[in-house]
């Protein structure tokens, strides 16, 4: 028997590697929106951690789904099929213009897959020169060697030693910077049509149908990076779905599993062609537990009801939040979509995003930043209109306590 363990948030800076900053609380139990601490002190939920809990905390479906399945089978590596991912696939098939699913176990490695995905399919077809990939300033595509040196902040990649090469960054948002970099050797442009981490941008109709004539003209592959965007957050199942824009590969997480860890890549037949056996894996990618956790996800989530039911709390959210900046004046904007929005700070309050964090989780309150300049709130689809209206009155509390000082 282990000795009983003192858990306490001092027990992080003596056991763990200190690359994150915890907040000073440690959650123990969530329920839907809201979730409770060591003490017993309760929360709203509108962090949803980090875009993925959709379902909120312990959804019922996504815990019986677990729970049958742990019963019945969790692991078989790739040697094996299952039948949770191969439903899986099916719906995500059936439900986008995908045609074929790769599995993975989070964002950067859906990601990953799809960057080698694009490398091989340009090498097959057009030859070693053609493997310039291209992406955008203040984008973020994961933490893998690969991923990181792809996003848009140079800074994350530095340090590391000799960076993946054929990457250059463009400016979202600004096709001429786009156009000045594209030639027939781009293989691929991979962006996020509404960037996340980067503080909540929504990408310009006019930027990413730009976007899609340059990769035809070019013939290079349009990757949409959906880890954040997608799985209903926008209020469709995946952002592309409001435009007539269509990738060439489309990568999703986060929200796909509802908190369980599962990541997936989707293409085209055609493009899929090029990942041929052994070319690239993964030991857990499309295990039966993670797949039957996101097959319960995504027939919850891929309802009419509940994506018209994310546009209406966006209204509510928005509502809320400019009465609270009417009486405290401290954004300049909210931007985003559906239950992805970030509240812009103003010039007096530029680069405090952390104090608003740390102030609303004072006040009870799960809110995220994106970015110094940047309030973020990415809660659940299905959060309680009750909760938005008590998560907003815990928000303005914390708002007056950061002019307090
Ligand atoms: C979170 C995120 C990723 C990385 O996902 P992980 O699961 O953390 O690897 C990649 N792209 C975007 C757009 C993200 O928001």
């Known amino acids: 028997m282990a000795e009983h363990i003192q858990v306490t948030r001092a027990l992080f800076d003596e056991v763990m590697v200190p690359n994150y900053a915890p907040a000073p609380i440690i959650p123990v139990r969530g329920q839907g929106s809201r979730v409770w601490d060591q003490a ?13 809990n959709a379902l909120g905390h312990c959804h019922p479906a996504l815990v019986s789904a677990l729970k049958e399945q ?10 094996m099929t299952n039948e949770p991912a191969l439903r899986l696939a099916q719906k995500l098939v059936d439900s986008t213009f995908a045609e074929k699913v790769y599995f993975a176990n989070s964002g950067a490695e859906a990601n990953e897959a799809a960057l080698k995905l694009a490398r091989r399919w340009a090498l097959d077809k057009f030859g070693s020169e053609k493997q310039q990939i291209i992406s955008f300033g203040k984008s973020f595509h994961g933490r893998t060697f690969f991923t990181v040196t792809v996003g848009g902040q140079a800074a994350y990649s530095d340090g590391f030693g000799p960076k993946p090469g054929g990457i250059d960054h463009a400016e979202y948002n600004n096709l001429d910077s786009l156009k000045a970099l594209m030639s027939d050797n781009t293989c691929a442009v991979i962006l996020e049509p509404l ?64 908190g369980f860890p599962v990541g997936a890549m989707l293409t085209t037949t055609a493009i899929a062609s090029h990942l041929k056996v052994g070319t690239h894996g993964s030991t857990y990618g499309g295990n039966p537990l993670a797949c039957a956790v996101a097959e319960a996800a995504l027939d919850t989530i891929n309802q009419p009801e509940v994506l018209d039911g994310v546009l209406e709390r966006e209204k509510l959210f928005r509502r809320e ?42 006040q009870g309150l799960f809110a995220l930043v994106a970015g110094p300049d940047v309030i973020r709130f990415a809660p659940s689809l299905v959060i309680p209109e009750a909760d938005i209206i008590e998560g907003m009155k815990r ?4 708002v007056a306590q950061v002019k307090q000082g």
């Not at 309760?42 to 980090?50: S, T």
């Not at 742990?70 to 040697?79: C, E, G, I, P, Q």
């Not at 928000?395 to 914390?398: D, L, V, W």
């Open 40 to 52: 017993g002190r309760e929360y709203v939920d509108f962090a949803g951690g980090i875009a993925v």
């Open 70 to 79: 742990a019963d019945k089978l969790w692991h078989l590596s790739n040697v």
């Open 195 to 258: 960037q996340g981490e980067g503080g909540i941008i929504p990408g310009d109709a006019a930027f990413l149908q730009g976007v899609r004539d340059l990769c035809n003209q070019f013939n290079a592959l349009m990757i949409y990076d959906e880890v954040q965007s997608g799985v209903g957050r926008t209020g469709k199942l995946y952002a592309y779905m409001h435009t007539n824009v269509v990738p060439d590969i489309l990568t999703t997480a986060k929200s796909l599993g509802g």
């Open 321 to 362: 939040l400019a009465a609270i900046n009417e009486k405290h004046q401290v954004f300049s904007t909210v931007r985003g979509q559906g239950m992805l929005l970030g509240a812009v700070l103003n010039d007096q309050f530029k680069g405090r995003s952390r104090d608003f964090f740390l102030a609303s989780a004072d």
């Open 395 to 398: 928000f303005e509390k914390a």
